[in-house]
């Protein structure tokens, strides 16, 4: 790209409007996402999607790729929230699409394919949310299980208990152990030893929410549910700390060599033993220390094959790591990108497991709206660039 | 149109998935939405979607039109239920576009693109459905409430109490009388009797959903809500009654004079007494016995004018009110369709309210999936036919 332009929003900062009583919120693509919770929080609501370090996210990023986060599970990523937006379209008109309005089925979905389109379809400049109640009680709760197969049996058997927990997280115990100094509970000794346990033990993160009484019943039949696959009872460790503690994880894991090459990748949840397994393969073939972690109901594991940054061996093995993680994700009926959108390193592979009339379809989409590729240009290119090697 | 085709869906009635404890169904477009509900709830699961007239209803109508329906208020309407489909995209290929994973954040979403395009820019052959897990209780309460601005008060306040009916449906007084006679329950006096009440008395519809534990806790909060506003305490019908009265509603109103002109507007839900009041003086200027139901908490509302159908003059002021009725939601802030897309009839209203970037996106759109206009030719096409009267 030659004589390319980045268009920060960052003064785009005004909450333009706050209704809580009619569970909607205004605000300018700027506006910090922990921000925005916040404001939620502090009326009796939540903005339910929480991707990670949502002090340094702007809300108009995460609406632009379209970002998940644990709380995804039971509430949607963060599309689910936005009923209405207003954005830059080609050639430079501004449009204001949706509204706050809770339904619409008048127009095509233009709102929803804005959302997650990574600009390439249109500038995000506001963003109409939708909020919800908050539940009268949140309770966090940490599961350790023995081994990866009777987590893959413990998951499923969750799901299949009828039980919708708010989150439905996992890590396994290499991610664990590199975390396990902050952790807000007592782990079992085994759960805080070192990355050899790769392939080992998994750690379940839990939330049930509601008001109290349901939040009882279900503590009791989910109690139940993982008896037979839990190393300790279910610990409870202290409301809000367990989250601030899963979102450093990622500091924590990439402080261990100094870097780390870390995919989203998508399969469906019954699904996620087979890719955990051979996401461990692969890193054991290239030598690179490995962990994965994600959110488990939702069938969303981060691949995490950790490096030293200044080995440019080190560096070139991570990114095939990483490569063959996606093709991986799409032998096994998954997806490249199950929260974060595709950006630039996952580029090629956009599409790999599309159909002609679909891959066709999205590049007319784009050619419809930004007939001169002027937005974010090369981005979101289906079998853009070179296909996947594999 | 000359030369049309249309395009029967009816065999394609095949399940070709069901996997309960993932909460999947993969069915052909022609089956029925009772069916789908009927599966679900046979393995503990819900279909939430629940537009009127599911027997009738092929699910893949219901997602090419994003039918809504009461619980659409907790649930969110058909598309939200859809994480793939298969559809014939123009000039003639079958395209697969999502999955079953449950994220997916790689391509645009050309699946919300297509979900209540109504035919017009592919035509749908199956569906992935994600289902839900049952909740183990469903109560379905009816509050009768003297006059309509204190009914608008009562629903703002369940909106800012942080309680999340799964539905919360009203009935103004005279569409009420006219099916009070199967009603399952014990009205008031006063709500029995005709439609001199225009403008007197709503009823609301209203479920609590959850574990016994929670719909008990939330009862207790309704009951303090409601307490100032009710003319008799909550009443329980018998839990499928109520709904099956109120599927019911459409025929018993269309009976009175042979006919009935009703659109399905939507507003902000704070609007709903000024929209009522408005769609009142409509139909007594035009002479037109008047009603108006639908969902209270989406603020969707059915502005209904009985005709005799056999009387043209009486016909074509029906379809003069149920026009006004469009510029009506429009001038409220509101939308034309609130849950059922927008068909022939409605055509010359949409984008009647949008800017000039959006209808040219739409357009565009259009173009660039069905370049040659194919597809259900001249519908969901914006500001098509004369503009609107006012």
Known sequence: VHGGVVISLERLRRVRGLEPELWRMNVEAGVNTADVSRLARENGLIFPPDPGASEQSHIGGNVATNAGGPHAFKYGPTGAWVSGLEAVLAPGELATVG????????????????????????????????????????????????????????????????????????????????????????PPGEFTRSSERDGGGVVLLIELDGSPGEVDEQLAELDQVLGPYEESPLQRPAPSALWRWRDGLNGAIASVRGGKVSEDICVPPERLEEAIHAVYLLGAELSLPTCVWGHAGDGILHATFMVDVSSPAELERGLQASERSLALALSLGGSISGEHGVGYVKRTYLGADWDGATVAAHRHVKEALDPKGLLNPGKKDPLAGSPPAE
Chains 1, 2 share one sequence.
């Open 99 to 186: 509204s706050a309005t809770r339904k619409d089925a008048s127009g095509y979905d233009l709102r929803g394919l804005l959302v997650g389109s990574e600009g390439t379809l249109g500038i995000l400049t506001a963003v109409q949310l939708r909020l919800a109640p908050a539940p009268a009680l949140a309770l966090p709760l940490v599961a350790f299980i023995a081994d990866l197969s009777s987590a893959q049996r413990a998951l499923l058997e969750i799901l299949g208990s009828g039980l919708q927990p708010a989150a439905l997280d996992f890590l396994d115990a290499a991610a664990f152990a590199l975390a396990a100094g902050s952790f807000p509970g007592k």
